[in-house]
């Protein structure tokens, strides 16, 4: 019967609609039977429309996120090998490659916290917990990275719900560390199995999913931006010990300065150099979003208290936070266009560092606004300053 459906938008169509009856509560080995009868494979990319399509079409990402554990059960084991023939997911060093050897890592240590679980003589601790809490890496890589390249290519489905849940996970986790760390005997066997069980829904997604779609998406010049912003964000359970770069010739090269070529101001003129040297001199973090939404610049220097891999330009500003904070985002970004506000300030003691982030209406000389100016900085030496030291001392 599976001849009957090679359309692709009737597929998603069908397969959207087998979600729904899930939704709707009908059984779901009714549905997984009516699926196996009428699909013999499906992809990962028409998966990631279809969570799309559901989300474009009003039910929320929270709706999506209770039956994404439901529907990746009914499509596990159908997911077609779109990927093979691939090897680069195989490469030592590819992005796709460092990913799902953490996610080998990751599955090896929630397989050990279970033993634990399951003995009657040797429970979890608050170091199994602080070790599984390294996954936060992996994840922002994969949100910071892998899903600034599929909105690129309009894939906006996934990201919102893989982002949800992995933020449960963190919250989950931390929560459970909390607790162990104030009373090591406390009762945290039930949430840290639904936990780890999240956890390998998701190395699951990631691995028959995600890295699929995106190898079948991704040109290499994209890998290559996703690996070169890797080291920004750092790695959870496993450290690529290989460097990967394109094919020769496969890879787009950044065009040069003009020689001598002056950037002119209205107090000066410099070189792109030395303009470039300059922000990422300043002792603040600088990122400019564009009067479109869309991160347009951040300043590189040698010490950033917030991670920015290359990827994010030109994505919209919404979708670099978790969505639980989005609607924060945005009444902010409205209150600057609007005139509102001109600034806004925040701050917050986080690793140590007392940082002080600051967000600036930027408009021209008639007052039109341009764009959103966010300054972050490490305040806690400048709170502690006392007395004076001149120039001369």
Same mark, same amino acid.
């Given at each position: 019967?599976?001849?009957?459906?090679?359309?692709?938008?009737?597929?998603?169509?069908?397969?959207?609609?087998?979600?729904?009856?899930?939704?709707?509560?009908?059984?779901?080995?009714?549905?997984?039977?009516?699926?196996?009868?009428?699909?013999?494979?499906?992809?990962?990319?028409?998966?990631?429309?279809?969570?799309?399509?559901?989300?474009?079409?009003?039910?929320?990402?929270?709706?999506?996120?209770?039956?994404?554990?439901?529907?990746?059960?009914?499509?596990?084991?159908?997911?077609?090998?779109?990927?093979?023939?691939?090897?680069?997911?195989?490469?030592?060093?590819?992005?796709?490659?460092?990913?799902?050897?953490?996610?080998?890592?990751?599955?090896?240590?929630?397989?050990?916290?279970?033993?634990?679980?399951?003995?009657?003589?040797?429970?979890?601790?608050?170091?199994?917990?602080?070790?599984?809490?390294?996954?936060?890496?992996?994840?922002?890589?994969?949100?910071?990275?892998?899903?600034?390249?599929?909105?690129?290519?309009?894939?906006?489905?996934?990201?919102?719900?893989?982002?949800?849940?992995?933020?449960?996970? #963190?919250? +989950? !986790?931390? @929560? %459970?560390?909390?607790?162990?760390?104030? &009373?090591?005997?406390?009762?945290?066997?039930? =949430?840290?199995?639904?936990?780890?069980?999240?956890?390998?829904?998701?190395?699951?997604?990631?691995?028959?999913?995600?890295?699929?779609?995106?190898?079948?998406?991704?040109?290499?010049?994209?890998?290559?931006?996703?690996?070169?912003?890797?080291?920004?964000?750092?790695?959870?359970?496993?450290?690529?010990?290989?460097?990967?770069?394109?094919?020769?010739?496969?890879?787009?090269?950044?065009?040069?300065?003009?020689?001598?070529?002056?950037?002119?101001?209205?107090?000066?003129?410099?070189? #792109?150099? +030395? !303009?470039? @040297? %300059?922000?990422?001199?300043?002792?603040? &973090?600088?990122?400019?979003?564009?009067?479109? =939404?869309?991160?347009?610049?951040?300043?590189?220097?040698?010490?950033?208290?917030?991670?920015?891999?290359?990827?994010?330009?030109?994505?919209?500003?919404?979708?670099?936070?978790?969505?639980?904070?989005?609607?924060?985002?945005?009444?902010?970004?409205?209150?600057?266009?609007?005139?509102?506000?001109?600034?806004?300030?925040?701050?917050?003691?986080?690793?140590?560092?007392?940082?002080?982030?600051?967000?600036?209406?930027?408009?021209?000389?008639?007052?039109?606004?341009?764009?959103?100016?966010?300054?972050?900085?490490?305040?806690?030496?400048?709170?502690?300053?006392?007395?004076?030291?001149?120039?001369?001392?």
């Amino acid at each position: 019967m599976s001849e009957l459906i090679d359309n692709n938008k009737t597929r998603r169509e069908v397969l959207k609609g087998l979600i729904l009856d899930l939704h709707a509560g009908r059984p779901f080995d009714e549905v997984k039977s009516e699926f196996e009868e009428k699909f013999s494979g499906v992809s990962a990319n028409e998966i990631a429309q279809m969570e799309q399509d559901l989300i474009i079409g009003g039910m929320p990402v929270e709706s999506i996120q209770k039956l994404c554990d439901v529907h990746a059960s009914v499509f596990k084991g159908s997911i077609e090998e779109i990927h093979a023939g691939k090897s680069d997911e195989r490469t030592p060093g590819h992005p796709a490659h460092t990913f799902m050897k953490e996610n080998e890592k990751a599955t090896e240590i929630v397989d050990e916290i279970r033993k634990k679980l399951d003995s009657s003589d040797n429970r979890p601790g608050i170091d199994d917990i602080r070790k599984l809490l390294e996954i936060d890496r992996h994840y922002s890589r994969k949100e910071n990275l892998i899903f600034s390249f599929l909105e690129k290519h309009n894939i906006l489905g996934p990201p919102k719900v893989m982002w949800a849940i992995d933020d449960e996970v #963190r919250n +989950e !986790l931390k @929560a %459970i560390s909390r607790i162990l760390e104030t &009373d090591e005997n406390a009762r945290i066997e039930n =949430d840290l199995r639904q936990t780890l069980n999240k956890i390998s829904e998701m190395i699951y997604k990631e691995d028959n999913i995600l890295i699929p779609m995106a190898m079948e998406t991704f040109t290499e010049e994209q890998w290559l931006e996703i690996k070169e912003g890797e080291g920004e964000i750092g790695y959870s359970f496993y450290q690529p010990a290989a460097a990967w770069k394109p094919m020769a010739g496969s890879a787009k090269t950044v065009d040069e300065d003009e020689n001598g070529s002056f950037i002119k101001l209205d107090s000066g003129a410099m070189t #792109r150099e +030395e !303009l470039g @040297a %300059i922000l990422n001199t300043i002792p603040v &973090d600088i990122t400019f979003v564009g009067r479109d =939404d869309k991160v347009r610049y951040f300043s590189e220097g040698s010490d950033r208290i917030f991670p920015r891999p290359r990827a994010i330009i030109g994505r919209e500003v919404r979708n670099c936070h978790p969505p639980t904070s989005v609607h924060i985002v945005e009444k902010l970004m409205e209150d600057l266009k609007s005139g509102k506000k001109d600034h806004e300030d925040f701050w917050i003691k986080s690793g140590g560092r007392f940082i002080y982030i600051r967000y600036f209406a930027v408009r021209d000389k008639e007052g039109s606004y341009l764009g959103t100016l966010e300054v972050t900085q490490d305040i806690k030496n400048i709170v502690m300053l006392e007395g004076e030291k001149r120039l001369a001392d």
